[in-house]
């Protein structure tokens, strides 16, 4: 299958291979029978699909900011099985032409985790809603559905970050969503997917980078971003290099892992900002950045240090006392970065000067 930076691509091949499974199968008593491990019939769980199909090419499609657009799908009672497969085909095609069509930087609202999503995130979750409710439906029935791997994994790497990839993606998928067993795993009796985090400062916009993100910036491209000069640097992609192994390992807390610096004015990534690990025991965690030459000496990194270590530090979760950030003693500009965005030295460490933003408790 030919990459699709978007995902339009890949929503279209599961639509596809739904369509043609669900078509088999339209002679079948789908309203007399329960889908595999849900409470709704295979023909509720069949007009699920395509209501939240539809449902998410109109939030991206209109830009949705709060809460869920106020409009719903509404099936014809009469409508015969078959029908209801033409109606996931076009729900699924509004899709995939809202993400073509959607900037890669425009989000629109979903509620899991962080209120929003990008386009990558909505073809992603309404690729998992196609083949998890196919997957229900077609075992509700007595059938099974097998879909390509990389449909999974595109899923995986987008919004289920911090799930361990496993041999096959499509039985890691259905493992992470409760149901199906992998060998060394403990059952999984909750989940949601992840959306990546987005934190707005006055000049940027910090991305979450994703495992899939990660992933390309490792191999040496852009990670679906238009950067300035010669961006994205060394220091990028080795951060990039070390979460995404914590994405392999399974110990990634997605939020904790890397930011792309975006600026605001012309959609350019300047750079990036990285957590070393999640908080450890004593709640500390380090950040590393780099900003491409092109834009230094404006207060960018100062602007996206500034905000990472508010957001860490106010977290609601408060699992975090402090950021910690070692630069060498002959980098001013940077120890400047830190103390502008209110670190202060606290000695040396092994790698060089240390600084830390501290969270203090009354």
Known sequence: MQRSLSGADQLEAAVAGSAALLRSLAGLDWAGTRAAGLE????????????????????????ARDTYLPFELRIDPEA?????????ETAGALLAAAVRTTPPRVRAFHPAPFLAANRQG??????AEVLLHTHDIARGLGVVHQ????????????????????????????????????????PVTSWRWHNSLVLPTERLTLESATPAVLAELCAGGDGGFAWLGDGPLDGTREAAGLVFSSYEKGVLR????????????????IGSLGFHAAPDGEGRTEIGYDVVPEARGNGFATEAVRAVGAWALGREQGDVDSVFAVVAPNNLASKGVLERAGFVSVGQDVEGDAYELRRYRL
Request: proline share 6%; glycine share 12%.
């Open 40 to 63: 709704w019939s295979c023909r509720a769980t069949a007009e699920h699909i395509a209501g939240d199909l539809l449902g998410y090419a109109g939030q991206l499609a209109g830009r």
């Open 80 to 88: 015969t099985n078959s029908g209801v497969v033409e109606v996931i």
């Open 122 to 127: 909505f073809a992603a979750m309404g690729i």
């Open 147 to 186: 879909p390509a791997p990389e449909l999974a994994e595109f899923t995986l790497q987008r919004i289920f970050p911090e799930v361990r990839p496993g041999l096959d993606p499509w039985e890691t998928l259905l493992w992470a969503t409760g149901r199906g067993e992998l060998p060394g795993r403990a």
């Open 254 to 269: 997605a939020e904790f892992g890397l930011f792309v610096l975006v600026r605001r004015a012309d959609g350019l990534a």
